[in-house]
């Protein structure tokens, strides 16, 4: 994997949690933020959050309300909520410092198997097997000779990742985050960049022609508009806007069952405060 480990060298981008001063908080943040979330979108917030709480026991300390309204319109609103829990167990549990151990990360509210790994190799310089959707999707080309991965990470994935990386731990977090790079700069679901790849030569995927996707039918895109998911961050929208409670009748929507709907399951991730008797919605309280 020299030449893969060369270009990732020549060609990685510039991203703060990449910086020589980053910390194993900022690397935290980052992997929860840029949970299907693109780079664009993530590195802006990304810098103003570390700037305003550069340690977990800041945002341990902060106001809910605050911590949702700065997560802004990055989507999937519980990412905040869990990171703002974690962040308290941090300082509970390790002294306010973000573990090392695949166990303890993985006992953090909102921590999953990815990016325990990923916290692991990107912040510690651990060696984890770190699979992305990049990284699925490199590794499904270059050695299976699938134009992507099965829809669903399988365990043959995880073995033939393990397989690959390096035995050091250097050489494995290199590679790891080369292979993601790679992922999203070059070897692109759409639009591939082959030319330009350093593992061209190798892949099994191009040498058979680049067939297409065999699984297409098993992939859905999801949609957005008139969704849950819409209505639910129409109501966060309206409420990160102001300081105090809002009247239900005030937030636009069309469907008011689908309304009344997404703000019961809001007030149930905890995500917002919903008050029957008055018929307002705010924002929690730590």
């Known amino acids: ?4 480990d060369d270009w990732y060298r020549d060609h990685a981008r510039e991203l703060p949690w990449r910086a020589a001063d980053r910390t194993p908080w900022g690397v935290l943040v980052s992997e929860v933020m840029l949970q299907q979330t693109p780079v664009h979108r993530v ?18 300390d902060a106001d809910l309300a605050e911590v949702l309204r700065a997560w802004g319109r990055l989507g999937y609103p519980r990412r905040a909520l869990r990171l703002h829990q974690a962040a308290g ?17 993985l006992a953090l509210p909102g921590v999953g198997g990815y990016t325990a790994a990923a ?3 990107f912040a510690f310089g651990r060696r984890a097997v770190v699979l992305d959707t990049n990284v699925r999707r490199v590794l499904a080309r270059a050695l299976a000779g699938d134009a ?13 990742a393990d397989a690959l990386l390096p035995d050091d ?16 700069l070059v070897c692109t679901a759409r639009g591939p960049r082959c030319e330009h790849c350093p593992l061209a030569q190798r892949c099994a995927w191009l040498a ?6 065999t699984q297409a039918h098993r992939r859905r895109s999801q949609p957005w508009h008139g969704t849950d998911r819409q209505a639910r961050g129409q109501v966060l929208a309206a409420l990160r806007a102001t300081h105090g409670p809002v009247l239900l009748a005030d937030i636009t929507w069309p469907d008011r069952a689908q309304l009344d709907r997404c703000v019961a399951t809001l007030a149930h991730d905890g995500l917002v405060v919903h008050d029957p008797g008055t018929a307002t919605v705010r924002l929690p309280s730590a």
């Open 1 to 4: 994997m020299q030449a893969l």
């Open 43 to 60: 590195e802006p917030v990304w810098r103003a959050w570390l700037t305003r709480w550069p340690t977990p026991a800041d945002l341990a």
């Open 89 to 105: 167990l941090i300082q509970d549990r390790h002294g306010g410092q973000v573990p090392d151990d695949e166990t303890a990360l």
């Open 119 to 121: 916290v692991r190799a």
């Open 148 to 160: 992507l991965p099965p829809p669903h990470l399988v365990a043959a994935e995880t073995a033939t």
């Open 169 to 184: 731990d250097a050489g494995a977090a290199l590679t790891a985050a080369a292979l993601m790079e790679l992922g999203a």
């Open 208 to 213: 058979a022609g680049s067939p297409a996707d």
